[in-house]
């Protein structure tokens, strides 16, 4: 069974970059087919993809998020990350790591509150 | 981008009657729609992709139907432990999710 993790701080100051880090555990992160992606969603409020990154290497973001993230992967640990610049408030959200095949997400991970806050 | 609306935002009803939720698509989608499930303080879970087809594991009474812009997500049923947050998810121009129905007990 295939299970995912999120890790990292719950609490990040204004201007500074958001990291988050996703575990994978019962499945190599290297297996073909798979899109890694992290999406989010605002308290209270609905989901938002924030993008992915292909087993191949490859990456895509949403377009309104495109200019502050980066997703990377490291395959020797089984994870992958998501860097947020520049945060501010309104990037306070639950944060959930998600494995997409065809970009239908069938697992998550439990999702990890961070607060963007001085 | 394609901007996904679900109406309506709240529907109420009683165990064991349909549900009937909907999902609009601002440019067609094809088939590449999906629905998800979530209940407070857990992650969503996949019920429906390309339309109409089930997950696994995902009981009888869902079901999916539409093409195009107009999708419905049907719950023939509804048992207690239905009642949650749905959001619908389109896969054709990246990917973006609909403002969620909830799905509340009369």
């Known amino acids: 069974q295939v299970q995912l993790q999120e890790s990292g701080p719950g609490l990040v100051k204004p201007s500074q970059t958001l990291s988050l880090t996703c575990t994978v555990s019962g499945g190599s992160i290297s297996s073909g087919g798979y899109y890694w992606s992290w999406i989010r969603q605002h308290p209270g409020k609905g989901l938002e993809w924030i993008g992915y990154?292909?087993?191949?290497?490859?990456?895509y973001y949403n377009p309104s998020l495109k200019s502050r993230v980066t997703i990377s992967v490291d395959t020797s640990k089984n994870q992958f990350s998501l860097k947020l610049s520049s945060v501010t408030a309104a990037d306070t959200a639950v944060y959930y790591c998600?494995?997409?095949?065809?970009?239908?997400?069938?697992?998550w991970g439990q999702g990890t509150l961070v607060t963007v806050s001085s | 981008e394609i901007v996904l609306t679900q109406s309506p935002a709240t529907l109420s009803l009683s165990p064991g009657e349909r549900a009937t939720l909907s999902c609009r698509a601002s440019q067609s989608v094809s088939s590449y729609l999906a629905w998800y499930q979530q209940k407070p303080g857990q992650a969503p879970r996949l019920l429906i992709y390309d339309a109409s087809n089930r997950a696994t594991g995902i009981p009888a009474r869902f079901s999916g139907s539409g093409s195009g812009t107009d999708f419905t997500l049907t719950i023939s049923s509804l048992e207690p432990e239905d009642f949650a947050v749905y959001y619908c998810?389109?896969?054709?121009?990246?990917?973006?999710f609909g403002q969620g129905t909830k799905l509340e007990i009369k």
């Open positions: 998600a494995r997409g095949i065809q970009l239908w997400f069938v697992y």
């Open positions: 990154i292909y087993y191949s290497g490859s990456t």
């Open positions: 998810q389109q896969r054709s121009n990246w990917c973006s």
